[in-house]
């Protein structure tokens, strides 16, 4: 990988938007990524993940706002010299069939017009742990394995900043976890990675930071801060007769942050805490008075939350 001297953030992206005529593919989106970092850009289909790729991979113009990649200004003057410095690995990889991995690899290295063309597919090649079929055809590999030629593809330049658009889609668990480990491996290496993915468990597990799209970018952070902040917490309490005040009985109870009413009779508690919220609230209902039939603590997954938090798009709903 590149071993150049890298100072500043890897992407600095402010208010960057991007429309096709009417229609919003990304709106108002702000965040930075340091370098050595894997970013992971979490979203539904449809959620501009691809359309901020492309506009970050200078082959789309945004509509307005400002980024910054691999320490250039984005902007057309500095599409030759942004294209130098990072690598695009596309949904689908874009290989000639025909022709076997290392003369694809030989044919791009070209493109590129890089130096030391040998040294650097063999090292590519071994990158992606593919150095023994180099010369089996494209045609003939599976899709998990075309996958990791189109990584070592985008290895080639030794790229600043690696793009990856959904680099799992499509492939079966195995294949899948191939390709994880592989980046993984990227990551260990202090390689900058940008990786999109609809797969919540996919971002969970291979990305330092996750951001949250639909359109609109919903939240980012640490994937443990994120399932802090997703998870919500709750303790559903049955008494065998009403409460005759509720508020007194809750208001007090360590980290409650709210109660309801649900519509069959149970109260919710919303704590920050459950662990030390459900053994006050059953002392506090006993010393109400109250005769207490159940107490259950509440977990609801981060992706019924995740589901959750990228539904409440009207606009998304409406595409
Ligand atoms: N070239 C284009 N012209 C018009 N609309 C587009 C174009 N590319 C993407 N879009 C629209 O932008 C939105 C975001 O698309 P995309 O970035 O591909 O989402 P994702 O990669 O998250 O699935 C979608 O509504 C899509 O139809
Ligand atoms: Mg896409």
Redesign the pocket.
Known sequence: MSTERTTGPALVVQNLTKR?GE?T?FSEVSFEVAYGEVFGFL?P????????VRTLGTLIAPTSGAATVAGLPLSADNGVAIRSRIAVMPESPGLYLRLSVAENLSYFAGLYELPDRRARIERALRSVGLEHRADDLCRSLSKGLRQRVGLARALLTDPQVLFLDEPTSGLDPVAAREVHDLIDALRKRGVTIFL?THRLAEAEQLCDRVGILNTTLRMIGRPDELREQLFSKSIEIRTRAPLADPDEVFAALPGAEGWQRSEDGAYVLSVTDADTAAPAAARALVTAGADLLALTPIRHSLEDVYLQLIDTDVEAQQ?
């Open positions: 096709f229609r593919a979203g289909n449809g959620a501009g993940k691809t359309t901020t999109t595409r």
